[in-house]
């Protein structure tokens, strides 16, 4: 009779475990949270959205969807920069497209971006651009060219050979492979994350209007220093409507590309 196997080592497990446990409570030590006034916490969130929602001032809406439109208007610019940009880079950056040594820089760039927040790429432009909305647009188009030229390679190293290897096989180059094969396949999916990213945008607009980007952002910064908690709350009602709006018809257009793409791909298949 054979012995049982003996079994697996949970060492390496356990080990990663109480690493990580040790770097959770060095966080909190080196962080010095105020525990106290953690516990009063939600008292305070409570307080203050009485303040904002209780009695909300309607006076500056026609400002504040004025505003608003800026910061639409923002993330939509911001965004096809983004996917002017990232598209032809990011496909010269995928295997079997862009020679290594290209390849290897472009990631390398993409990496770079993708570890500077848009904040900060914002802080920078100012001192070049100016206090202008263009200034938000401009960092978001700069800051979404690491991420969505990621999405970019990866989409177009998922696609399947087959249409590939038979542009290839009919005598196309690599720019005839890129047009006829690679392009039309990944063409939904760039697109869902071409509107992905001005989703994306919209809820970044308001955070860059926080340092003086323009749109909804500047204005909910200007009344909140001023503790006008009534315009405040009326802002962020503004706010939390248009980006569930741009959230509902962006994300119905990415669904129905995506669907659409592959009903045609089921007829085409009978």
Request: glycine content about 10%; proline content about 4%; overall charge positive.
């Amino acid at each position: 009779m054979s012995a049982l196997p003996a079994p697996p080592s949970k060492a390496r497990t356990t080990v990663w475990s109480l690493i990580a446990g040790l770097v959770i409570l060095a966080c909190l030590v080196f962080l010095d949270v105020d525990w106290a006034a953690l516990l009063g916490l939600p008292r305070s969130t409570w307080e203050y959205g009485v303040l904002m929602f209780s009695d909300p001032t309607w006076e500056k809406l026609p400002r504040a969807l004025f505003e608003t439109w800026r910061s639409i208007s923002m993330a939509w610019l911001g965004a096809i920069l983004c996917v002017a940009a990232s598209i032809p880079l990011g496909m010269l950056a995928a295997h079997g497209v862009g020679p290594t040594w290209l390849r290897t820089i472009l990631r390398g760039v993409f990496a770079v971006i993708r570890a500077v927040p848009e904040v900060i790429i914002a802080l920078i432009l100012l001192t070049v651009t100016g206090l202008t909305p263009f200034t938000g647009a401009l960092a978001l188009g700069i800051a979404g060219i690491g991420t969505q030229g990621k999405w970019v390679y990866e989409t177009i190293e998922s696609l399947s050979d087959d249409a590939s290897e038979a542009v290839a096989a009919a005598g196309g180059g690599k720019i005839a492979v890129l047009r006829w094969a690679l392009w039309p396949a990944a063409l939904p999916t760039l697109m869902s994350f071409a509107l992905y990213r001005f989703e994306l945008n919209i809820r970044m607009s308001a955070v860059l209007g926080l340092v003086g980007a323009g749109g909804i952002g500047s204005m909910l910064s200007n009344y909140t220093n001023f503790r006008e908690w009534g315009t405040v709350g009326m802002l962020l009602i503004v706010v939390i409507v248009a980006t569930m709006l741009v959230d509902l018809v962006s994300g119905a257009i990415r669904r129905r590309i995506m669907e659409g793409s592959r009903a045609r791909g089921l007829v085409r298949s009978r």
